[in-house]
Structures are given as structure tokens and as C-alpha cells.
């Protein structure tokens, strides 16, 4: 298991175990994270599960592609640290990893 | 009376209205009564990840078994209501308990349409709305096996799409002159066609099937036009009807779907209903939508919990869908319904991108983007915006999409 931190634009925090293979979008919404929608359930078509990751834990990710890019590129509240978290893998290497969630998804 | 909250119908709005009331800071009892034997889980996957086997049941359940108990909610799976006592404010299961309610939830979904021509009770004649439907279908999904597939709409495109990678010899039989004729232009349709046929499925349009053969068990489809197709397998996606019958017995106004306002509210005060089973107003549009989408529950759904703690937060958003069939994403932004211009961005004939932007007398309705994220994007905002475009500037790519509006 992978200890995650979500930490909500207001501040409160959800540390939660997150197990490897899954994504952060399932670890978060199944763990009761507030904050994630996920409409579409991973499939990329929705842009409802951005959160943002720290510089220093960019390289521990998978490299973004281009529907990811261009969907975050249209998100009301993105900027160069936004992901969307169902297109990240949960892998041992982010134990500890910290991320900040925006104010909404719309 | 003390406050109670009941949930009839245990699926996707049910789940986030749990959330959404408890984000709301309602801290009473919650019932959910859930005709299933699942908690609820997401229905997309059915007909694409979850029926090639790609993900297990663990991926499509939406929340962890824990989170009903975490969050003071009683459920009841595999458990129907039967019954609105509006008088005594209760609700009857059909095992035979009431469960009281302050204020009551109704989140029954829709079911799917039932085709009733001769042989329709053949073995091997499936439909497609829940888990325990694409265990049926799965039995029979093995590589060399025929499998017919009536209706040329998402779902019957999309389970077409997993049956042709299993190696299934796929016929689509579709009674209009053309697949997704009731949400996409033509330019679309006929696009999904190509797609489809280059993947060596059978597709046919203009057949009406008016019958099914077999000893026991489904052997051939019929057509009105006197065709034979003979199969081993059939899935019907003729679409789906909404659960309005416990709302219409208890006296509730039922058009096309529940009929709720913006927040989500019947016409009982203490009554809400979110999804598939409602029929809603839009200021977009001006007029009432019933929609069957994900988007649509997962929003009604926080609608109807701020309602029935008290607040208000209308629902008023530009609908949206996807469809994922092969290596394609289609996106749709808003409801082209009325359209007058259909301008394209792209070109449909040859390769697998091109976007298709629906005007009604120069404003935007909808926007069906085909492998084309931005204009999907940028058209969720348009449409909202009810804004203005020229047909020209749509059509030129070297218009970024951000600067479709003329300045
Ligand atoms: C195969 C398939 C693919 C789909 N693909 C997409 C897609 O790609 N994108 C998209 O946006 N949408 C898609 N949809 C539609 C989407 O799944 C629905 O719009 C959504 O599930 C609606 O949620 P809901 O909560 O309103 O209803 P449901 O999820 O249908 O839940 C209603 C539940 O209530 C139960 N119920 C009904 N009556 C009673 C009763 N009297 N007592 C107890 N329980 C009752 C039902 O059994 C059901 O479990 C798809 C649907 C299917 C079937
Ligand atoms: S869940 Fe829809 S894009 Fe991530």
C-alpha cells in the first residue's frame, strides 16, 4: 500500500492507503475523498478529477499524453502542476506524495 | 417526526446524493433500498471495459463495501419497494418491512426496452443494463461464435466494437437508414458505419427484425423484409424506459420520466428524484430533458440532497456523453436537437477526427467531437454561453478553437 495525502482547498486533509495499479481517481473516490467527480470514470473524457501534484514529485509520474494535456488545457481552475488523476497509476514510488485538490471541477 | 431519509433505487445518483447529503451536514439516519444484489457501481464499463474483461467488478463498483456503514447508511440490496404510503409517509419493500421517511429520494433508474416479437423469449436473446446481464452475455462470448445485435445505438455500437476484438463474427441490424440516427447528424453517423464495417462487422440499416428462431434456444433473427440471420447469440439495445411506476401509483406527476423542477423536487414537497428517472427543466434549452447519462445523475443527484436538507441549488448544465468504441472517443457537448447547420471541423471521410458543431440560426447547440478533446472542451462552454458562431470559422483549422467567437 501507498500512502496518499489529498489535501482539500480548504485545507483538510485525507491520508489514505492507496493500492498499487489502481489509479489515484479510484483511490481517492473509493476512499471517500470529497472533491473528485469522475463522471466518466476514468475514461479520460470528463476533465472531473483534476488535483494538482507538487513539481517535486512530477518525475515519480507517468509523462502526461496528449488528451490528457488537452483536456486540463480547457479546465477552469489548471495551471502547470494539474493532472487528471485518473491517468495516474498508484505505484510504491509515490509513498508520501502529497496533492492538493482545486476549489471545483466546474 | 423524527428526520429519516430514505433512497429508493441504489445506483449512480443514489450513491453521490449519500455523499452529497452528508457533505451538506444532514447527520441522520439514511435508508437505501436497492433492488440489486450490487452496491452501486458504474454502468459505462458494462458495454466496454468490464465486458471484454479488461477490469473486474473491484473497478466498477463505485465506493469501497465499508463506505455505507462509514457513512450511517442502512441498505438493503436485492430489495424492491413496492410501495409510497405519501399519507403515512413510508415506504413497503417486498420484504414486507415500512420504512418511514421525512423526506424521500427516488433514484429507480431506467430499464431496459423489451422487444416483443415472436421468439423473444428464446434462450440467448440478452440485454444490457446491469452486472448480472453481462455475466449472461460473457457465457456466450467466445471467438467464431455469431452474434446478432438489434438496435445501431451506443450500446448495441459499443458491445459490437468488444465482440469484434473477441474475435465474434458481429451483425448489427438497425431499423432506421442509419446507426445513432436519434442523437448525431448524418456526417456522424455515417462515419461510425465506415468505422465499424473497416472492423469486419456486418452492419445493416433499414432492417426491422420481426422475429426470432430457435429450438429452445435462439438459432436465427428474422426481418420484416423475410431475411434470415442466423446466430448463436443476440443483444438487444432498442433503448430504455425510465422507472416511473412507484411514482405514478403514489400520485406523483410522471411526463416522459418524473417530472421534478430545477431542484430536483416532485410535485410532493418531501419527494425529490435525480437520473435516469426524472424529466427536468433546462434554461439552456428551454425546455424539459430527459436524459441517460452519467453527468446527469451524478448532478441531479447534489441537487436533489441540498433540496432535501432545505437549500437550493438548481441544476442547470449543458448535458454531456462519450461513447469509446474501438480506438475511437466520441465526446458530445449539449443536445443538437432542432439544429438547423450542422458545420464540420475536420474531415469525416478520411481518417478518425473531425468535430461536427450544431447550429440553430447561427447559436450553438451541441458539439459532437470525434477524437477531438478541444472542441469538446471549448464547446461545453459555448454552448453554456448560448454563443454565436460563424460557420466559416469553424470551418477553418487554422482557427484555434479558443478563438472560434469572433472579437
Ligand atoms: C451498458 C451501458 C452503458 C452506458 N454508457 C454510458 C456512457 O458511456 N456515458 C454515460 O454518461 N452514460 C452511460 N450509460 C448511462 C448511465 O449508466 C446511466 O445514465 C446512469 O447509470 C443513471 O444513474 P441512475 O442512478 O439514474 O440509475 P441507475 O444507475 O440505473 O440506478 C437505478 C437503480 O435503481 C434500482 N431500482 C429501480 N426501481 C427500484 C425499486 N422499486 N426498488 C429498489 N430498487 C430499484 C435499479 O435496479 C438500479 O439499480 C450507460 C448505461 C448502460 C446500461
Ligand atoms: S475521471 Fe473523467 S477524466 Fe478523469
Redesign the pocket.
Known sequence: MTKITFVEHDGTEHTIDAAEGTTL?EAATKNSVPGI?????????????MVYVPAEWKDKLEAIDTMEET?LDFCEHSDENSR????IKVTADMDGMRITMPESQH | MEEAIVIIGAGQAACQAIMSLRAEGYEGPITLIGEENYAPYQRPPLSKKFLAGEIGYDRVELKAESFYAESGVTAYWGTRATEIDRRAKRVLTNDGRYHPYSKLLLATGAQVREINVPGFELEGIHYLRNIEDVHAIQAGFKPGARMVIVGGGYIGLEVAAVAKKRGIDVTVLETADRVMARVVDPIVSHFYERLHREAGVTLRTGVTVSGFEGEGKVAAVVSGEGERFACDIVLVGIGVIPNTDLAHEAGLEVANGIAVDACARTSDPDICAAGDCTSHPNDIYGHKLRLESVHNAIEQAKTAAASLVGKEKPYNQVPWFWSDQYDVKLQIAGLSTGYTDAVVRGDPESGKSFAVFYLKDGQLLAVDAINRAPEFMMGKILVAQKAALDPARIKDESISVKELVAK
Open positions: 481517481m467527480d469522475a463522471d466518466c470514470g476514468g475514461a479520460c473524457a470528463c476533465a472531473t478529477c483536456m487528471l488523476s485518473c491517468q
